[in-house]
């Protein structure tokens, strides 16, 4: 079974840099590509980006150049730049073994989320 663990959420004020990360574990974990997703309150989750073991990366449209997915092994980071109140939401990591990268119901396993506030 794989688990996926984010960390590196919390109180932020608008304009900071925040880096997320994502602890895989379990078996063949470093084959999946990792994803990263975020739910703002009252809104549906949406497409960061992912990566797989090789460095490839896919963004979602949402991310208009100021986050950056990273990866080494079963550990994925989001670095988010300039944040601003619209960043607040639970971003969550997820792990897909073979569909489509953007989708979501293509990730097998996920984890339990971590919370950014961005204050004003």
């Known amino acids: 079974q794989v688990q996926l663990v984010e960390s590196g959420g919390g109180l932020v004020q608008a304009g900071d840099s925040l880096r997320l990360s994502c602890a895989g574990s379990?078996?063949?974990?470093?084959?999946?590509?990792m994803g990263w997703f975020r739910q703002a309150p009252g809104k549906e989750r949406v497409f960061l980006g992912a990566?797989?073991?090789?460095?490839n990366i896919q963004y979602g449209d949402s991310v208009q150049g100021r986050f950056t997915i990273s990866r080494k092994d079963a550990m994925a980071n989001l670095e988010m730049k300039n944040v601003s109140p619209e960043d607040t939401a639970v971003y969550y990591c997820?792990?897909?073994?073979?569909?489509?990268?953007?989708?979501?119901?293509?990730?097998?396993?996920w984890g339990q989320g971590t919370q950014v506030t961005v204050s004003s």
């Open positions: 997820a792990a897909l073994e073979v569909g489509t990268w953007s989708r979501e119901v293509d990730y097998v396993y």
């Open positions: 379990g078996p063949r974990v470093s084959v999946y590509i």
């Open positions: 990566i797989d073991l090789n460095g």
